[in-house]
């Protein structure tokens, strides 16, 4: 007989089992862009769905100004997004951000080596290098309950409507609106280390390509 999966009861600081990479772009009040690494994000239909932490630039903007280009990287451009990682665009920076390394980049674009493209329907810029640029406005954003540990609130949970796609030709079917997933390798953040996709390994019944 096969023996039986032994299972542990663990508790981990973080749960990210493993979710995209993406890095928000948004406006500061004087005009110049800010990018925020996110990972924290899922979508379904045309809604994007992100995790924000609370003390970050990316939210304040997002919030004044309803508007904002969700950028997919590729799995080669983590070190580009590890740049960014310890870098925020508030200031003075929060105590607590300060307290965890954090510091006042004004410069995210040339701080990642990263180049800004204009957008179609939004006023923040894309993000050239990445191969998949989401335009979108903000519908909502929800502040998370406290709790006995965290009474204050630490993220926030905001609903995105997807205005445009843009994708880099390398990655798309030619002649169709599909993304090649053989080809399309997303970044995605597991239990804070980096990581790439493989080889696929099968087709959902409902893939059109």
């Known amino acids: ?29 004087d005009g110049s862009p800010n990018l925020t690494p996110l990972s ?24 004044r100004t309803r508007e904002a280009v969700v950028n997919l990287p590729s799995a080669s451009l983590w070190p580009q997004v590890e740049r960014l990682a310890p870098t925020t665009g508030r200031f003075p920076v929060p105590d607590s951000k300060r307290a965890q390394g954090y510091q006042h980049e004004p410069r995210k674009f040339e701080r990642a080596g990263l180049t800004p493209l204009p957008s179609d329907t939004v006023a923040p810029p894309r993000v050239a290098e990445c191969p998949l640029q989401l335009e ?3 519908l909502s954003a929800r502040r998370s309950s406290p709790t006995p540990e965290a009474p204050e609130p630490s993220f926030v949970i905001a609903e995105l409507r997807v205005t445009r796609v843009h994708a880099h030709e390398s990655v798309t079917v030619p002649g169709t609106q599909h993304i090649d997933v053989e080809r399309w390798q997303p970044l995605l953040y597991v239990f804070r280390h980096y990581v790439g996709t493989g080889a696929g390994m099968g087709r959902n019944f409902r893939a059109e390509t």
Do not use: C, K
Not at 11 to 16: D, E, K, S
């Open 136 to 138: 979108a406005v903000l």
């Open 1 to 29: 007989m096969t023996e039986p999966t032994r299972h542990r009861v663990i508790a981990p600081r973080i749960l990210y089992f493993g979710t995209p990479v993406a890095l928000l772009s948004t406006l500061q009040e």
């Open 40 to 63: 924290s994000a899922w979508a379904l239909d045309d809604r994007l769905v992100l995790g924000l932490g609370g003390l970050g630039q990316g939210l304040a903007n997002l919030e």
